[in-house]
């Protein structure tokens, strides 16, 4: 391996571990009384090293789901189908593997997690500014004009909810087995909604 990839390789291992212990640390205490001085001493680095890797305190938690920053670009971009067709199509398969950006996954960790995004104020706001760029790069993809960024805007939130609506029903006790068949059903409908309300090219095919 080159010697960029070695410090590569190195950077996201940094990265995965300051996070996972930040996470551990707010999970148990909470994250507004954790400061981020405590964080760095439980990852043995400075508090400058900390902050050049994660410029605010919520970005510990947020890079847990970094990568699914600009999916739904990608997942457009990367398929024939047209774009409502082929967002459908993925976050019914991430149903169908309790993806846990679907929120349909009752792993006991993932529930802490989205538990602690979900009822965290300031990770929900910044939680935000990743669905923006999210947006932004789906609107992108679909032309960039005023329909585009309308139609992005209305296909993240319809993801969105679909989520939220997943989590909070296991959140409050559902098994995600017994919710997976409404959970399919919420999303055919909302997507086949979504659909119908865009123009022509964004639709769903015709089967």
Known sequence: ??????????????YETVSDIAIRLFLEKGFDAVSVAEVAAAAE???????????????????????????????????AAAP??????????GLERGDPVTGLNDDPRVLAFHGLLYETPSLVARAHLHQERSEAALAEVLGGDLDARLAAGQIMAVQRI??????????????????????????????????????????????
């Not at 391996?1 to 940094?14: D, F, H, I, Q, W």
């Not at 994660?54 to 970094?66: G, M, Q, T």
């Not at 067709?85 to 993925?90: I, K, N």
């Not at 090219?201 to 089967?207: A, C, P």
């Open 84 to 93: 409502v067709e082929a967002l459908r199509r993925h976050f019914l398969e």
């Open 162 to 207: 679909l989520a939220l609506e997943n989590w909070r029903r296991i959140a409050a006790g559902e098994r995600a087995a017994e919710l997976r068949a409404e959970a399919v059903a919420a999303a055919e409908r909302a997507f086949g909604r979504l659909a119908a309300g865009l123009p022509p090219g964004l639709s769903v095919e015709t089967q």
């Open 45 to 79: 680095i400075s508090k400058p090293t900390l902050f050049r890797y994660f410029p605010a305190k919520e970005d510990l938690v947020l890079y847990r789901i970094a990568d699914h920053e600009g999916e739904a670009a990608r997942v457009v971009a990367g398929s």
């Open 1 to 14: 391996m080159s010697e960029t990839g070695l410090r590569e390789r190195k950077k996201r291992r940094m």
